[in-house]
């Protein structure tokens, strides 16, 4: 069974689109994050929800709309995709909103803007 | 601003021969956290280290957390063509929650 799970793999889009990314995980965690790995593999935070609320929020463009509609699922909605966007997108949930204790992540998904 | 620099970015070397990876912050860390990314997957977590000066070994791999807890090593011995991937070093800083990354040292072993 796989711990943190993101639909889809891969998505390749036009410019202008908006797209879901998907993200489930059977852990029991409390806390989900969203990160964003560019091309040179640096990993960012975006979102972090625990027990469905939202505590961390960067900087980020409004475009980007995440959700959680219960604590075992954290959704990334995104309006009107740029070039920019494109890069590989991880989920990751950890036990607690304190990082300490390690986080699993997803294996990622990787969207391209055309 | 970075908050965890990671030395070197890349290494090549060959199988047998050791290795050492750094990462060094200005900030101070309740926690610093080593992953391994394979191409096409996430991070995943080897080591947690809490307190200053620790050491914790892994089969070939040792970590090490300084002593005023702002920096880390990882030091393989022996390395192995299976021990090829990104290293990644993650820690919370004392005032946030979310766990920041360093850049990356992305490692070559060949046989």
């Known amino acids: 069974d796989t711990a943190v799970s993101q639909t889809p793999k891969y998505l390749v889009t036009q410019m202008g689109n908006d797209k879901s990314i998907k993200c489930e995980q059977n852990?029991?965690?409390?806390?989900m994050y969203w990160y964003k790995q560019d091309s040179k593999k640096f990993l960012k935070i975006m979102f972090s929800?625990?027990?469905?609320?939202?505590?961390i929020n960067e900087t980020v463009p409004n475009r980007f709309s995440p959700k959680s509609p219960d604590k075992a699922h954290l959704n990334l909605h995104i309006n009107s995709l740029e070039l920019g966007d494109s890069a590989v997108y991880f989920c990751?949930?950890?036990?607690?909103?304190?990082?300490?204790?390690?986080?699993?992540f997803g294996s990622g998904t990787r969207l391209t803007v055309v | 601003t970075q908050l965890l620099e990671q030395s070197p970015q890349f290494l090549s070397i060959q199988e047998g021969e050791n290795l050492t990876v750094y990462c060094n912050s200005s900030?101070?860390?309740?926690?610093l956290q080593w992953y391994r990314q394979e191409p096409g997957e996430g991070p995943v977590l080897l080591v947690t280290?809490?307190?200053?000066?620790e050491v914790k070994k892994l089969k070939r791999l040792t970590f090490q957390f300084g002593d005023a807890r702002k920096d880390s090593s990882l030091h393989i011995t022996a390395a192995q063509p299976g021990d090829t991937g990104l290293y990644l070093c993650?820690?919370?800083?004392?005032?946030?929650?979310?766990?920041?990354f360093g850049k990356g040292t992305s490692l070559l072993v060949t046989p």
């Open positions: 990751a949930s950890s036990p607690t909103y304190r990082a300490d204790g390690g986080y699993t």
């Open positions: 852990l029991g965690h409390d806390t």
């Open positions: 929800y625990n027990n469905k609320e939202l505590i």
């Open positions: 900030s101070v860390f309740s926690s």
């Open positions: 280290v809490v307190t200053g000066g």
């Open positions: 993650a820690g919370v800083a004392n005032s946030g929650y979310a766990l920041n």
